[in-house]
């Protein structure tokens, strides 16, 4: 589940549709809640075949998407049976990618990519431990620096640095000083097979009771960088509103305190559904009126670009964009959103007063988005990018290999 799966996953099943070999090495199913299939809890690997795509899964701690002492735990479990059964499993490829967060995942990939001598691709989808101290999860302390010192360290050892937005690349040039021609920036998108708009009204509206409510969806993770606390303060704030419904689709650190929250605000415009199939997720989209991104309000979180936004876009939905730089950039380019300052629960109110008020509007908006998102961020021609990255940089590594052994020669 998740941003990372998809972009992995879509990404790996084109390339595999192009004609090459494409082998993810993963970890047992177990996000966000920590718990694996009865089938997996006693296996140390499996291999599987999903979309062309050779799955190698090797074995992980699982923990949910809470605390720090376990998930770290769980990190470098994953980290040590990679390496193991990667090198064990896996037959030499000619380049190896390793995604992160979490860094750990990323020098598993770097110690594979040294035991088969082939290139190594860095893809950075969050700044570690930068975003772990923007949100207070930890202080600066010996494990951060430690973090900070392994981060440099694969920053300048991999062969190239892939980055999900142009301010990530930006932060790590300024704050590792590598260089800017080191760096390629690859979006996130979309599936524009499975995100196709449908009909409001559906079965999740029936489902759940949503009724001819106007629907305020947000769906993802609830953690402690989304600042999800101030949406419930908007919904405090529109309660005597009965036509308004805020939805939170989706599982996280902080769900239970915002469950905890809503009951003692007695807030019954406010519906927690638990995390859905991939599936069902254009569903819910298509059952929504208008899409909320938020994140707290931290100068880090301006260079984040939420992989929710193209999929808003993508199923023709109004956002309200509660992110500043990149991010909000594109939705306002779009033409399908508005700015919210991060954790103006008041600006918010107004915004979702003013935007619903004119569904005619909102439907303008939301044709905008589709037609901008499937021009500029579409996965399939976004997979075509990053091959010729992986292209390039085998090339690259093959004439490297070359002059090596030309200079064992004999003269």
Same mark, same amino acid.
């Given at each position: 589940?998740?941003?990372?799966?998809?972009?992995?996953?879509?990404?790996?099943?084109?390339?595999?549709?192009?004609?090459?070999?494409?082998?993810?090495?993963?970890?047992?199913?177990?996000?966000? !809640?920590?718990?694996?299939?009865?089938?997996?809890?006693?296996?140390?690997?499996?291999?599987?075949?999903?979309?062309?795509?050779?799955?190698?899964?090797?074995?992980?701690?699982?923990?949910?998407?809470?605390?720090?002492?376990? =998930?770290?735990?769980?990190?470098?479990?994953?980290?040590?049976?990679?390496?193991?059964?990667?090198?064990?499993?896996?037959?030499?490829?000619?380049?190896?990618?390793?995604?992160?967060?979490?860094?750990?995942?990323?020098?598993?990939?770097?110690?594979?990519?040294?035991?088969?001598?082939?290139?190594?691709?860095?893809?950075?989808?969050?700044?570690?431990?930068?975003?772990?101290?923007?949100?207070?999860?930890?202080?600066?302390?010996?494990?951060?620096?430690?973090?900070?010192?392994?981060?440099?360290?694969?920053?300048?050892?991999?062969?190239?640095?892939?980055?999900?937005?142009?301010?990530?690349?930006?932060?790590?040039?300024?704050?590792?000083?590598?260089?800017?021609?080191?760096?390629?920036?690859?979006?996130?998108?979309?599936?524009?097979?499975?995100?196709?708009?449908?009909?409001?009204?559906?079965?999740?509206?029936?489902?759940?009771?949503?009724?001819?409510?106007?629907?305020?969806?947000?769906?993802?993770?609830?953690?402690?960088?989304?600042?999800?606390?101030?949406?419930?303060?908007?919904?405090?704030?529109?309660?005597?509103?009965?036509?308004?419904?805020?939805?939170?689709?989706?599982?996280?650190?902080?769900?239970?305190?915002?469950?905890?929250?809503?009951?003692?605000?007695?807030?019954?415009?406010?519906?927690?559904?638990?995390?859905?199939? &991939?599936?069902?997720?254009?569903?819910?989209?298509?059952?929504?009126?208008?899409?909320?991104?938020?994140?707290?309000?931290?100068?880090?979180?301006?260079?984040?670009?939420?992989? &929710?936004?193209?999929?808003?876009?993508?199923?023709?939905?109004?956002?309200?964009?509660?992110?500043?730089?990149?991010?909000?950039?594109?939705?306002?380019?779009?033409?399908?959103?508005?700015? !919210?300052?991060?954790?103006?629960?008041?600006?918010?109110?107004?915004?979702?007063?003013?935007?619903?008020?004119?569904?005619?509007?909102?439907?303008?908006?939301?044709?905008?988005?589709?037609?901008?998102?499937?021009?500029?961020?579409?996965?399939?021609?976004?997979?075509?990018?990053?091959?010729?990255?992986?292209?390039?940089?085998?090339?690259?590594?093959?004439?490297? =290999?070359?002059?090596?052994?030309?200079?064992?020669?004999?003269?």
């Amino acid at each position: 589940m998740g941003a990372p799966a998809a972009r992995v996953h879509e990404l790996s099943r084109e390339w595999a549709r192009l004609g090459h070999q494409v082998t993810v090495l993963t970890a047992f199913a177990h996000h966000p !809640v920590g718990i694996k299939a009865p089938p997996d809890r006693y296996r140390i690997t499996r291999r599987e075949e999903k979309d062309g795509i050779d799955v190698v899964r090797s074995y992980v701690y699982a923990a949910a998407n809470k605390g720090t002492a376990k =998930r770290m735990l769980s990190y470098a479990s994953f980290m040590l049976s990679a390496i193991i059964i990667g090198a064990w499993r896996i037959k030499r490829p000619d380049i190896v990618i390793a995604t992160s967060p979490q860094l750990l995942c990323a020098c598993a990939g770097y110690a594979l990519a040294r035991f088969f001598g082939v290139p190594f691709i860095f893809e950075v989808r969050d700044l570690w431990p930068e975003s772990i101290m923007a949100v207070e999860a930890m202080k600066e302390n010996f494990v951060v620096r430690g973090l900070k010192k392994v981060a440099a360290y694969l920053y300048n050892h991999c062969d190239r640095i892939v980055t999900v937005g142009e301010g990530y690349a930006r932060k790590i040039h300024q704050l590792y000083e590598v260089p800017q021609e080191k760096m390629r920036v690859i979006t996130n998108g979309i599936d524009a097979s499975l995100f196709i708009p449908g009909p409001r009204d559906n079965e999740v509206r029936r489902q759940y009771g949503f009724g001819d409510r106007f629907v305020i969806l947000y769906l993802g993770t609830h953690g402690m960088a989304h600042a999800l606390d101030k949406v419930l303060e908007a919904a405090r704030e529109l309660r005597s509103d009965p036509d308004k419904l805020f939805v939170f689709v989706g599982e996280g650190a902080e769900k239970e305190n915002l469950k905890k929250t809503a009951a003692q605000w007695n807030l019954d415009n406010v519906l927690f559904i638990d995390q859905q199939p &991939k599936a069902r997720v254009p569903l819910f989209y298509a059952a929504c009126d208008l899409g909320l991104v938020t994140l707290r309000k931290t100068p880090l979180f301006q260079e984040v670009l939420p992989s &929710k936004i193209f999929e808003y876009l993508g199923m023709e939905r109004a956002i309200i964009i509660c992110v500043d730089g990149e991010a909000r950039r594109i939705v306002e380019t779009s033409g399908a959103g508005e700015f !919210v300052l991060p954790e103006d629960a008041p600006a918010m109110v107004e915004a979702i007063k003013r935007l619903s008020a004119d569904r005619e509007q909102l439907r303008r908006m939301g044709a905008r988005g589709r037609n901008y998102v499937i021009n500029n961020y579409d996965r399939v021609e976004l997979a075509k990018q990053y091959l010729e990255l992986l292209g390039s940089v085998g090339e690259a590594a093959a004439v490297q =290999r070359g002059r090596g052994l030309q200079g064992t020669r004999p003269g």
